[in-house]
């Protein structure tokens, strides 16, 4: 046809009427293409020409986006009156075949499939009657298929399992019977390997209005599936970690004044509720920070903005939910949009180290208090081997007296230890001692040679160590020389609490009956010494000795120093 009517269609006629009736645009080029010979009916009401016209005219004024000339496939043409029009044009030699696409058909140029290959969606076409999927190459390669077949849906969900093939498979109806497009994700086994698969559908009706097949895109996310899960599992764990750590995180817009986004953690610390609102610069320097902290923080602030380094700041701010004084340290880093330009946001940490802090100051506070007790207690046994080895006649008995004396202060120490508050019971202390020599009747009872008889009193660490050795003393003259040193002699001590002082004033009254007859000592030993100096130096007391013949007495008066707080681990 194209080389009949090339050659002269006005001069046969029954060509030329086929020409001129055809029902699609025809158009015929000279051999150079530059010129229309001939043109139908159809392409004059098409393009707006009066019939006959288009004879003659270049085909340059025709088109609107070519100028390297005519081609196939869809392109824009110009009307009589300017306006522009899609149309499809078919060529076969100098002879084209023109007519107009609708707005989709347009659309979906050649380019665009290429941009869809591009964005990973393969389309696809699923005809009801067949049951077959028509599948364009890139939704081929998606599905692990050959490019250019069709692919029966049974032999296709092979790869979904069961609970999934009901899951989609109430979706598509739903969507079915509402005449919504649907979209659903998929895990499917395509070539022995799970990927994830985005699919979007829009049922087609038939003439009837039931179902006769289904259009979509199929597009393969699972890498991005997979990106997105680690930034879940990678969220899971800092949101772990920063639980277990107690800290807060917040991201502080600079411009705005207000935190954007703070994490749990940070309500706790600043004892603040979400609907409170964020904390902003003015409020958290001016009201919440401690005042002498402030000074402090705003230098750190402007270091840290001059040198576009880390921010890191210490400082004590009052809580608002109870209004406690509570100690942080916070890490940050301000956020740029270009090297040039001021910082927009502050994203940083917040710790709540009060208790760490606490905790610090004791333990150095524990170390002091154990230095000072070492140096006591080394200055006490210098002291014994001293008086020990000017007052023993021997060495068996310098080694009784000085064993003596070691465990009693070992015994002391012991008993402070096993103590949270490092303390020592009087009660304890007195039985340690007394229970080896005889039975002993505790709060007062007759039947026992030893008698004790007081309130439940706990020495703290600096006067337990002295009165401890003093006990010792005590007992050890007892059994050397006094009450306990036969069978019918009893020792009785009492002790009160009476008030004064910042924590009472201990009255320790020791009593010694039924000994031997009780004589002056014609000489000053270390247990004398120990009564009359050590109490009265170390402990402050007032100390009274009687030596009466019918038994030894001693009335001892000390103040009890107050427990410190500060060396109670369970405070």
């Known amino acids: 046809m194209g080389e009949s009517v090339g050659q002269d269609p006005a001069t046969d006629d029954p060509y030329r009427a086929g020409f001129d009736d055809a029902a699609i645009g025809l158009v015929v080029l000279s051999a150079d293409e530059a010129t229309i010979v001939a043109a139908n009916r159809v392409l004059h009401d098409l393009l707006g020409w009066p019939p006959g016209q288009l004879t003659g005219c270049a085909t340059a004024d025709f088109l609107a986006d070519r100028p390297e ?59 009801r009657a067949s049951g077959l999927l028509t599948l364009s190459r890139r939704a081929a390669r998606i599905l692990g298929r050959q490019p250019g077949r069709s692919v029966p849906w049974d032999e296709l969900k092979t790869g979904l399992s069961d609970p999934e093939l009901a899951r989609l498979g109430a979706t598509v109806a739903e ?46 996310i699972t890498t991005r599936v997979e990106a997105r899960d680690e930034i879940l599992s990678r969220d899971q764990r800092l949101r772990v970690a920063t639980t277990i750590a107690k800290l807060g995180i917040f991201e502080w817009h600079m411009l705005e004044d207000q935190a954007i986004w703070e994490n ?88 709540d180290v009060t208790d760490r802090r606490i905790a610090e100051e004791r333990q150095s506070l524990l170390i002091r208090e154990l230095h000072h ?12 081997v001293g008086s020990t080895a000017r007052t023993a006649s ?3 008995e310098f080694y009784e007296a000085f064993v003596g004396r070691i465990k009693s202060l070992a015994h002391t120490h012991a008993v402070l230890t096993e103590d949270t508050w490092q303390t020592a019971s009087l009660a304890n202390l007195l039985l340690s001692e007394l229970k080896p020599y005889a039975e002993v009747s505790v709060l007062g009872g007759a039947e026992g040679r030893i008698s004790l008889d007081g309130p439940a009193i706990d020495l703290p660490s600096e006067i337990a160590v002295p009165i401890g050795m003093a006990i010792h003393e005590l007992t050890t003259n007892a059994a050397k020389y006094g009450a306990l040193s036969n069978r019918s002699g009893r020792v009785a001590v009492t002790w009160s609490l009476e008030p004064g002082g910042p924590a009472g004033i201990l009255r320790f009254h020791w009593r010694e009956s039924g000994g031997p007859p009780v004589r002056p000592p014609s000489r000053q030993g270390f247990g004398s010494r120990l009564l009359q100096r050590v109490l009265i130096t170390q402990v402050q007391a007032e100390v009274e000795t009687d030596y009466d013949p019918d038994g030894f007495s001693l009335t001892m008066r000390a103040p009890i120093p107050p427990r410190n707080d500060s060396l109670n681990p369970l405070a």
């Open 69 to 127: 000339g005519l081609g196939d496939g869809i392109q824009v043409w110009r009307r009589a009156d300017g306006a522009v029009l899609d149309v499809r044009v078919r060529r076969s030699g100098r002879t084209l075949v023109v007519e107009t696409v609708d707005a989709d058909a347009a659309a979906h140029s050649e380019a665009n499939r290429e941009a869809l290959e591009n964005a990973g969606l393969g389309e696809w076409r699923w005809d």
């Open 394 to 396: 021997s060495i068996e």
């Open 373 to 384: 007790r070492v140096k006591n207690t080394l200055a006490t046994v210098q002291a014994i």
């Open 175 to 220: 969507a079915c019977r509402s005449g919504k497009p649907y979209h659903f994700d998929t895990p499917v086994t395509v070539a022995g390997r799970t990927v994830i698969l985005r699919v979007r559908g829009q049922a087609v009706p038939g003439r009837g209005g039931e179902l006769a097949g289904m259009v979509g895109v199929v597009q393969d």
């Open 264 to 351: 749990e953690h940070m309500y706790e610390i600043f004892g603040h509720a979400p609907e409170d609102g964020t904390i902003g610069k003015n409020e958290f320097l001016n009201d919440i920070l401690h005042p002498d902290d402030r000074a402090a923080v705003r230098h750190a602030i402007s270091k840290a903005l001059r040198e576009d380094g880390i921010l890191q700041i210490g400082g004590r701010i009052r809580r608002k939910s109870d209004g406690a004084w509570r100690t942080i340290d916070m890490a940050g880093r301000f956020e740029r949009d270009a090297p040039s330009r001021l910082p927009r946001r502050l994203i940083g940490v917040v710790a």
